[in-house]
């Protein structure tokens, strides 16, 4: 497989450079932290959160019914979830080379499934328990446009990496697919991978980001 962090198809770029990667695990760590604060709260470690806009509104909402409900059904504080949930989106980041939509697509793959749909059920929650308690948290918001952000940041490499597996399947079997998947090379993989890269590196897209 090739060593050359190359664009990969359908981008002018590699997506999944470091300079890509960094971003993404900056934000998830701002996240990260936001979701800790907001979970010690609901733990009662600490006794109030400060909201610069909406007052009492973050502890109205995270002291609501539905997030008593959310909590009898996680067994765990709802934004302690968030706290895992963000956490792993900072490993997962970290993880692999700048070539791994290639091979490592399974890491991609979870990757992806860790932050875009995660994503979506944590903008939903933000946005039930605003309309449905009636108050807002700021916070909550914050973490909400994170999650979108991350989704928007996320989702290319994930494009790569099933474009790639597509372009095994149409050389070989399901089996062979399913190795190359898990990052075990072959001579489909190959071609593949290099498929994958010319047809987009051919045309003059102009620089990689």
Same mark, same amino acid.
């Given at each position: 497989?090739?060593?050359?962090?190359?664009?990969?198809? %359908?981008?002018?770029?590699?997506?999944? =450079? /470091?300079?890509?990667?960094?971003?993404? +695990?900056?934000?998830?760590?701002? +996240?990260?932290?936001?979701?800790?604060?907001?979970?010690?709260?609901?733990?009662?470690?600490?006794?109030?959160?400060?909201?610069?806009?909406?007052?009492?509104?973050?502890?109205?909402?995270?002291?609501?019914?539905? !997030? $008593?409900?959310?909590?009898?059904?996680?067994?765990? %504080?709802?934004?302690?979830?968030?706290?895992?949930?963000?956490?792993?989106?900072?490993?997962?980041?970290?993880?692999?080379? $700048?070539?791994?939509w290639?091979?490592?697509? /399974?890491?991609?793959?979870?990757?992806?499934?860790?932050?875009? %749909?995660?994503?979506?059920? =944590?903008?939903i929650?933000?946005?039930?328990?605003?309309?449905?308690?009636?108050?807002?948290?700021?916070?909550?918001?914050?973490?909400?446009?994170?999650?979108?952000t991350?989704?928007?940041? +996320?989702?290319? $490499?994930?494009?790569? =990496?099933?474009?790639?597996?597509?372009?095994?399947?149409?050389?070989? =079997? /399901?089996?062979?697919?399913?190795?190359?998947?898990?990052?075990y090379? !072959?001579? $489909?993989?190959?071609? +593949?991978?290099?498929?994958?890269?010319?047809?987009?590196?051919?045309?003059?897209?102009? %620089?990689?980001?």
């Amino acid at each position: 497989m090739t060593l050359h962090p190359s664009p990969a198809r %359908p981008w002018n770029y590699n997506p999944s =450079s /470091w300079h890509q990667r960094l971003r993404i +695990a900056a934000i998830a760590t701002l +996240a990260t932290l936001i979701a800790l604060y907001l979970g010690l709260y609901q733990w009662r470690i600490i006794g109030t959160i400060w909201d610069p806009i909406f007052g009492d509104g973050s502890m109205q909402v995270l002291d609501s019914d539905v !997030s $008593e409900d959310i909590i009898h059904w996680i067994r765990i %504080p709802d934004a302690m979830l968030g706290f895992f949930a963000y956490l792993s989106d900072v490993i997962f980041a970290m993880a692999g080379s $700048e070539r791994r939509w290639q091979d490592r697509p /399974w890491l991609v793959i979870l990757f992806g499934i860790d932050v875009i %749909p995660l994503g979506c059920v =944590s903008i939903i929650l933000v946005l039930m328990q605003g309309f449905v308690v009636q108050h807002w948290c700021f916070f909550c918001l914050v973490t909400a446009a994170i999650s979108l952000t991350l989704i928007f940041l +996320a989702y290319d $490499e994930v494009v790569s =990496s099933c474009i790639y597996l597509y372009e095994i399947k149409k050389r070989s =079997s /399901w089996k062979t697919t399913w190795w190359a998947f898990w990052g075990y090379p !072959s001579p $489909e993989a190959l071609a +593949a991978g290099e498929a994958t890269l010319q047809q987009r590196s051919k045309k003059n897209v102009g %620089p990689d980001l």
